[in-house]
C-alpha cells in the first residue's frame, strides 16, 4: 500500500522524483520551483520546454543533480475554471501511470491550491489509487509494488487528510469491484458471490438470502429459467444498509451472471470468456455498500442482486417456452441469450413488494446494443423520471463517470409484444436493443417509483487503459452511486 502524507513542509531533498502540478498560466511557477530545487540552468532548460500546460499534458525529466539522478514530472492542470474533482482525479491517475514503478519517494507540489480548491491534493491522490490497481493472483510472478510513498505540500492538512480518508474508503469498494468482475467464473460462482455479500455483515450489514424454495415460494420464475440449464444454484440476496430511516429510500438492484453462455442460443466461442463480467452490475451494488457502510453513511439503502448462471444442458429454458414471473407478468423467452432482463424482471418486482423503495436505480450488463451506440464512454441511463435523471448526472459530472439518457418511448412497446404471452423478452426488430430492453424492464417496477437503469455493458471493462484503471475492469458505478447517495440525493430528498 502507498503511504500518502499531506505536509506544509517537505524534506524535497530526500526525493527522488519530483512531481509539479500547475494551471494553464504555471509557467513562472514551474521555473522558480525548479530554480529553488535545481539551480537556474535546470531551471530555464525544463520550463522552456513546458510552454503549454493544457490539461492532462504530462512531461518527464530526469537530471543528476549532486551526482545524484532525479526525475521531474510536470503535470498541466489546464484552465483554472474547469477545476474540478474529476479533473484533479483524472490528472492523479495521469500522473500515477508516469510514476508508478518508481521506487523512490515522491514529493508533489502544485499551484492549483486556492480557497475555492482546498482539496485538490486529497483528489490527486485519490486519482492515483484508483489507478493503482493489478490483478496477479494467477501469475507466477507477481508485479512488485515499487511505490512506497508520495508527500504532497498543502497549506490546508487537516481538510485533505480527511477528503483523502473517506476517498480512500470509496476506492475499496472500486478495488473490490475489479477484483470481483476479474476473477473467472470458475472461482467467482454464485457460492462465491454470495461469499462476498455476506462479507458485508461485519460492516454492519444485514444479509437475507433467498434460495431455490424461497424463490419458488415468491413465483420467481423468470429468474428460476435462467437456471434451469446449471448445476450451480441460484440466490436473490439482499443486503440493508439503514443508519437513518428518515432519509430517501433507495434500493440498488443488480443483475449476477456469473457466466452466461447464452443457453442454448449460444453466444460465439470467441470473447465469450468476458461474460465471466456478467456479473458486474450485481459487484457494483456490493461495492456500493461497502463504501457507504465503511464511511458510516446516514443514508437508507438496499441492495439486492439475483445471482444465477445461464448454462445449457438437458433441463435449460428453451426458445419459445413461456414463464410466469413473480409479478404474473407472462412472458416469452424469445431468446435464452435475453437471460439478464429475466432475472432482473423477478429481482425488481421482489425489490418493488418487500421494501417499498423512493427511489430504484439497477445496474446490468444488459445489452451489447448499448456498446454500439455509446462505445466505451458512456454508460445507457434510462428512466421514468427527469428528475432522478438530473441528479443522476450531477453527480456523474462530480466523479466523471459518464452517463446518457437515452428514450423510454412508448412507440418501442411494440417490439417485445407476444402473439401468445403478455410480453416477450426481446424486440422483434435489429434496432433499439437497449431501449427495448430498458421497456421490458419498465413493466415489473412501480410507477410511482423514481427508476432508473443503467447499462453498463460497455462501460464495465475496456480493452485499454483509462484514466483512472488499468486494462480490464473498470469498477464504473461504485464512485457514481456514493455520491449520488451521500450527496445529492440526501440533499434533495430524492422525491419528485
Not at 139 to 146: A, D, F, L, Q, Y
Not at 149 to 163: D, H, L, P, R, S
Not at 346 to 368: C, H, N, R, S
Not at 442 to 464: C, G, L, M, N, Q
Request: hydrophobic letters at 40%.
Amino acid at each position: 500500500m502507498v503511504d500518502v502524507i499531506f505536509a506544509e513542509n517537505i524534506d524535497f531533498k530526500s526525493a527522488d522524483v519530483f512531481v509539479l502540478v500547475a494551471d494553464e498560466t504555471g509557467k513562472s511557477f514551474i521555473s522558480d520551483k525548479l530554480k529553488m530545487l535545481f539551480g537556474a540552468e535546470i531551471s530555464k532548460g525544463i520550463s522552456d520546454e513546458c510552454k503549454e500546460l493544457a490539461y492532462g499534458k504530462i512531461k518527464s525529466f530526469d537530471v543528476i543533480v549532486d551526482g545524484k539522478m532525479r526525475g521531474i514530472i510536470i503535470a498541466g492542470a489546464g484552465s483554472r475554471n474547469k477545476f474540478s474533482r474529476a479533473s484533479f482525479e483524472k490528472l492523479g491517475g495521469y500522473i500515477f501511470s508516469k510514476i508508478k514503478s518508481s521506487d523512490a519517494e515522491i514529493c508533489v507540489l502544485s499551484n492549483c491550491e486556492s480557497a475555492n480548491h482546498e482539496s485538490m491534493m486529497a483528489y490527486l491522490a485519490s486519482g492515483m489509487m484508483l489507478k493503482n490497481w493489478t490483478f496477479d493472483k494467477y501469475k507466477s510472478e507477481k508485479t512488485p509494488e515499487k511505490l512506497k510513498k508520495i508527500a504532497c505540500k498543502t497549506g490546508y492538512i487537516q481538510f485533505n487528510k480527511e477528503v483523502f480518508a473517506g476517498l480512500l474508503k470509496i476506492v475499496d469498494g472500486v478495488h473490490t469491484v475489479r477484483e470481483m468482475v476479474t476473477e473467472p467464473a470458475n472461482v467467482m460462482d454464485p457460492d462465491k458471490l454470495l461469499e462476498e455479500a455476506k462479507a458485508l455483515k461485519k460492516l454492519g450489514i444485514k444479509i437475507t438470502v433467498l434460495d431455490k424454495k424461497d424463490m419458488e415460494k415468491q413465483g420467481m420464475n423468470a429468474l428460476l429459467g435462467v437456471a434451469k440449464g446449471s448445476d450451480k444454484p441460484a440466490y436473490v440476496i439482499a443486503m440493508e444498509y439503514k443508519s437513518d430511516e428518515t432519509k430517501p429510500s433507495v434500493a440498488l438492484v443488480g443483475k449476477g451472471l456469473t457466466f452466461d453462455s447464452g443457453g442454448l442460443c449460444l453466444k460465439p466461442a470467441k470473447g465469450m470468456g468476458e461474460m465471466k463480467g456478467d456479473m458486474t452490475g450485481a459487484a457494483v451494488v456490493i461495492g456500493a455498500l461497502k463504501t457507504l457502510a465503511l464511511q458510516q453513511a446516514k443514508v437508507n439503502v438496499v441492495g439486492v442482486i439475483g445471482v444465477v448462471e445461464n448454462m445449457i444442458s438437458g433441463s435449460a429454458q428453451k426458445p419459445g417456452d413461456i414463464v410466469v414471473a413473480m409479478s404474473g407478468k407472462t412472458i416469452e423467452v424469445d431468446n435464452t441469450d435475453a437471460e439478464g432482463r429475466l432475472v432482473l424482471a423477478d429481482v425488481l418486482w421482489y425489490t418493488k413488494q418487500k421494501y417499498a423503495p423512493e427511489i430504484m436505480i439497477d445496474f446490468a450488463t444488459l445489452t451489447g446494443a448499448i456498446q454500439v451506440a455509446l462505445g466505451h464512454e458512456f454508460a445507457g441511463l434510462f428512466s421514468n423520471s427527469d428528475k432522478l435523471c438530473d441528479d443522476l448526472q450531477k453527480s456523474a459530472t462530480t466523479v466523471g463517470e459518464k452517463l446518457w439518457r437515452l428514450p423510454l418511448h412508448q412507440s418501442y412497446e411494440d417490439d417485445i409484444k407476444s402473439d401468445i404471452a403478455d410480453i416477450k423478452n426481446v424486440g422483434s426488430g435489429r434496432g433499439a436493443g437497449s431501449i427495448t430492453a430498458a421497456l421490458f424492464l419498465k413493466h415489473f417496477v412501480d410507477p410511482d417509483a423514481k427508476w432508473a437503469h443503467i447499462d453498463i455493458a460497455a462501460t464495465e471493462w475496456d480493452s485499454k487503459e483509462r484514466a483512472l484503471s488499468q486494462k480490464g475492469a473498470t469498477g464504473f458505478g461504485v464512485r457514481l452511486m456514493n455520491d449520488f447517495i451521500c450527496n445529492v440525493c440526501s440533499k434533495n430528498g430524492g422525491r419528485k
